[in-house]
């Protein structure tokens, strides 16, 4: 059967048709961002995090972070906290919105995140991460979900958890191969992702150190994997998904990128805060073109879109 039909894995009884999928990332995985990484492939896309808390006291203020359209789908919507009760009316609110699944994020390593005891955090807490999954799942009519990290340099405990979510209703668990320590920098330990996907039945998602069309499946063939998450490296490049690397990319396709994005973004946040918004990832899609730093930087001080996109398309005329 062709594979665009069978799909790659099933997260619960949600099918997922492909192995490459974006991962959440605060500030970057919102809807315009998501929304070009699956019109190009994204098996599959995570929401920006959003605090449990949050969803209780500001649920409308929220809504952009919440926000997917239908084509989008499969997609998750990922919340973080740390108290079960908290966790519980939020994924009861946002399963409202009608996600494929729903992820709690026990991997943030952010100081601030992980001092109000989530994040990262809970990792130091398996019994509390079974009464939060426990809790969750006896009453979600979506799947659940976790994505976490091999937990602290002192306490690399990720198999243990990675049981314990699996006893608990989680239906696919996504690791990033990483203890909080690290953060994004180092090594990431694809051996003990592979120790993961050896301890449960449910899908693993490898996430760390996929930068190349390779690399996903080295990733999936060293750890057995049924998908690989991809977050950094897509930043500017989400031609990854269809199975491009970056010089593999004429400059013209991402001029046209670049049209596209920004114009959802103005769709999406308005003129001003669209194009101030959009400002980190013109940076990422022009690093790679072989476009002066001077007129990169001109490119991303203009005010105003129509401007910006003018002074986009003349860096680009000598590169066609």
Same mark, same amino acid.
């Given at each position: 059967?062709?594979?665009? !039909?069978?799909?790659?894995? =099933? $997260?619960?009884? +949600?099918?997922?048709?492909?192995?490459?999928? !974006?991962?959440?990332?605060?500030? =970057?995985?919102d809807w315009?961002?998501?929304?070009?990484?699956r019109?190009?492939?994204?098996?599959?896309?995570y929401?920006?995090?959003?605090?449990?808390?949050?969803?209780?006291?500001a649920?409308?203020?929220?809504?952009?972070?919440?926000?997917?359209?239908?084509?989008?789908?499969? +997609?998750?919507?990922?919340?973080?906290?740390?108290?079960?009760?908290?966790?519980?009316?939020?994924?009861?609110r946002?399963?409202?919105?009608?996600?494929d699944?729903i992820?709690?994020?026990?991997?943030?390593?952010?100081?601030?995140?992980?001092?109000?005891?989530?994040?990262?955090?809970l990792?130091?807490?398996p019994?509390?991460?079974a009464?939060?999954?426990?809790?969750?799942?006896?009453?979600?009519?979506v799947?659940?979900?976790?994505k976490?990290?091999?937990?602290?340099?002192?306490?690399?405990?990720?198999?243990?958890?990675?049981?314990?979510?699996?006893?608990?209703?989680?239906? @696919?668990?996504?690791?990033h191969?990483?203890?909080?320590?690290?953060g994004?920098?180092?090594a990431?330990?694809?051996?003990?992702?592979?120790?993961?996907?050896?301890?449960?039945r449910?899908?693993?998602?490898?996430?760390?150190?996929?930068?190349?069309?390779a690399? $996903?499946e080295?990733?999936?063939?060293?750890?057995?994997?049924?998908?690989?998450?991809?977050?950094? @490296?897509?930043?500017?490049?989400?031609?990854i998904?269809?199975?491009?690397?970056?010089?593999? +990319?004429?400059?013209?396709?991402?001029?046209?990128?670049?049209?596209?994005?920004?114009?959802?973004?103005?769709?999406?946040?308005g003129?001003?805060?669209?194009? !101030?918004?959009?400002?980190?990832?013109?940076?990422?899609?022009?690093?790679s073109?072989? $476009?002066?730093?001077? +007129?990169r930087t001109?490119?991303?001080?203009?005010?105003? @879109?129509?401007?910006?996109?003018?002074?986009?398309?003349?860096?680009?005329?000598?590169?066609?």
């Amino acid at each position: 059967m062709d594979s665009v !039909l069978t799909p790659a894995f =099933f $997260i619960g009884r +949600v099918p997922v048709y492909g192995d490459a999928l !974006l991962a959440p990332m605060d500030g =970057f995985s919102d809807w315009p961002y998501r929304s070009i990484c699956r019109g190009l492939g994204a098996a599959l896309c995570y929401t920006e995090f959003v605090k449990a808390e949050f969803v209780g006291m500001a649920f409308e203020p929220m809504q952009p972070r919440l926000a997917f359209e239908e084509d989008e789908r499969p +997609v998750v919507i990922q919340l973080y906290g740390n108290d079960p009760d908290e966790l519980l009316r939020a994924a009861l609110r946002v399963q409202q919105k009608r996600p494929d699944a729903i992820d709690i994020n026990l991997g943030c390593p952010d100081r601030r995140v992980n001092q109000g005891g989530a994040g990262a955090a809970l990792l130091r807490q398996p019994l509390k991460v079974a009464r939060i999954f426990r809790k969750l799942s006896a009453v979600l009519d979506v799947p659940l979900t976790a994505k976490i990290r091999l937990g602290w340099d002192d306490c690399r405990n990720y198999r243990l958890i990675a049981r314990i979510l699996e006893e608990n209703g989680a239906a @696919a668990i996504a690791v990033h191969a990483r203890t909080r320590e690290q953060g994004y920098g180092g090594a990431a330990d694809w051996d003990a992702l592979a120790e993961v996907k050896a301890a449960v039945r449910i899908p693993v998602i490898g996430n760390g150190d996929v930068r190349t069309v390779a690399d $996903i499946e080295r990733m999936k063939s060293h750890t057995g994997c049924e998908a690989v998450m991809i977050g950094r @490296a897509a930043i500017g490049h989400p031609w990854i998904f269809a199975r491009l690397d970056r010089h593999q +990319v004429p400059p013209e396709a991402v001029r046209q990128i670049i049209h596209r994005h920004l114009q959802r973004n103005l769709q999406f946040y308005g003129e001003r805060k669209g194009l !101030l918004w959009f400002r980190k990832h013109a940076l990422q899609y022009l690093k790679s073109q072989n $476009i002066p730093r001077p +007129v990169r930087t001109q490119i991303l001080q203009q005010t105003e @879109a129509r401007a910006f996109l003018e002074r986009l398309d003349a860096a680009f005329s000598p590169l066609l």
